[in-house]
């Protein structure tokens, strides 16, 4: 078989990818597709540690290597050690910034919107910002890198309710972010950032009727989003062979067909 054929069956080959956020939904999808593609992968949670191995399993039985680290990204700290982690290890020639506070399910679900919004801010804003530009700095340094940041596609034009203004304002923070981080990493390091839409995650598995709804009719294709869709993105991103793309935010969202607020 060709080098070339090689290269497009394995586009990721003899690459290092970290994805923070693993455990579970869109962070386990890309590291799992980031496997099959030929990364080995460095991979973060916060607190499931069940959950990241499992991730874990995946990439193995795909013949990757990979290191695992349990990362709480709303410590300052933390962001440094993991990537002085996941460099000790090898250089990084991929970060997938996907880790973002969940403040839908679980206990969080019940706290206040100040506290969720605090928690939002502390994980996907400032949490994510330390991280990208301590990777950006170390990947210019050896004159490449790929950044792949986690927004939302309706940051943009807005939600309403309080769900909808908390992840506005902190989900454009971050498309903000990365369009700002292109230009300082620029020409050595790409930046991008995926903006999925309806997600069928773990929130999306017992939405109430109402939401399931409404995600098929946001939707052009009418249906629910899936974490493999937004992986598919993101290995089109972090691959070579989109070397001219960088400064973008890529919606995934089965084309957005208007809010279906009723």
Not at 148 to 159: H, I, K, S, V
Not at 175 to 193: H, W
Request: net charge negative; with cysteine; aromatic share 8%.
């Amino acid at each position: 078989m060709s080098t070339e054929t090689n290269s497009h069956a394995a586009p990721l080959a003899g690459l290092t990818a970290a994805v923070t956020g693993a455990s579970s939904g869109i962070g386990r999808a890309i590291a799992v597709e980031f496997a099959s593609l030929g990364a080995d992968l460095a991979l973060f949670a916060r607190a499931n540690a069940d959950g990241l191995q499992q991730t874990a399993d995946l990439v193995a039985a795909q013949g990757r290597q990979y290191i695992k680290l349990l990362i709480d990204f709303t410590d300052p700290a933390a962001c440094q050690r993991a990537v002085d982690k996941s460099w000790s290890w090898r250089p990084i020639d991929i970060w997938v910034q996907n880790a973002g506070a969940d403040v839908l399910t679980g206990p969080a679900a019940e706290l206040t919107f100040a506290e969720k919004l605090d928690r939002l801010y502390q994980t996907d804003v400032r949490g994510g910002m330390l991280v990208c530009r301590e990777a950006g700095a170390r990947m210019t340094q050896r004159g490449a890198g790929v950044i792949l940041t986690t927004g939302w596609d309706q940051a943009e034009t807005g939600m309403g309710g309080d769900s909808g203004e908390m992840f506005a304002a902190t989900k454009g923070a971050v498309m903000a972010f990365t369009r700002s981080l292109a230009k300082s990493l620029a020409p050595e390091v790409r930046v991008n950032c995926l903006a999925p839409g309806w997600i069928q995650t773990k929130w999306g598995d017992s939405a109430p009727a109402y939401w399931q709804d409404r995600a098929r009719r946001e939707a052009l294709v009418g249906r629910w989003g899936t974490p493999e869709d937004v992986a598919q993105a993101a290995a089109y991103l972090a691959a070579p062979g989109a070397g001219f793309v960088t400064g973008q935010v890529l919606n995934v969202n089965g084309g957005f067909a208007g809010s279906a607020e009723f």
